[in-house]
């Protein structure tokens, strides 16, 4: 009887030492997931702020002394444009790779600026810059809020509803692209 109850026993602390292993093994994948993300993170930024704030600046003191419109209303633009992550950092990469006036989303910010330059980047930076962008609370320059409220009535997101200045009235809608 002994014997038998020991063995029980043994059984039992075989069957949840497997499963908290289990566990175990769950949470150091899962941890390996979250750094490798935070990696990726943290490289997007890097990527996004040596390369993207040359232009699209938040220190400039007002909106005249910019040479791009800043990157928190690009980002606003492209989220009413594409709405999953996916198609976000699709047409990002996409525009960057190829600037065009045709396939402009921010026509406003193209009459005022001119199209951006072609840049020279590859398309894995372009995907972790535009994913860092989708992902993250963007820096905004001090006077950006309030231009936004003059420029397109104040309303939630503003874009497009007929009080602005004629800038940035695309619907996300060009060459065939569906929201």
Request: net charge positive; charged share 30%.
């Amino acid at each position: 009887m002994k014997s038998y109850f020991l063995a029980v026993i043994i059984t039992a602390f075989l069957l949840i030492s497997c499963n908290n292993k289990e566990d175990k093994d769950t949470t150091a994948s899962e941890i390996v997931a979250i750094n490798k993300t935070e990696a990726i993170q943290s490289e997007g930024y890097t990527l996004f702020k040596n390369n993207c704030y040359a232009c699209h600046s938040v220190t400039s003191k007002s909106h005249d002394e910019i040479i791009a419109p800043p990157m928190v209303a690009v980002k606003r633009r492209y989220k009413m444009g594409y709405r999953t992550k996916e198609r976000f950092v699709e047409a990002m990469v996409n525009w960057t790779k190829d600037p065009k006036e045709e396939n402009a989303l921010m026509r406003g910010a193209v009459k005022q600026f001119k199209v951006m330059p072609k840049q020279a980047f590859n398309e894995d930076d372009l995907k972790k810059i535009a994913t860092y962008i989708y992902d993250n609370e963007i820096e905004r320059p001090d006077w950006f809020e309030a231009h936004f409220e003059e420029e397109h009535g104040g309303e939630g997101n503003g874009m497009g509803n007929g009080k602005g200045k004629g800038r940035g009235k695309g619907n996300g809608k060009r060459n065939g692209q569906n929201n």
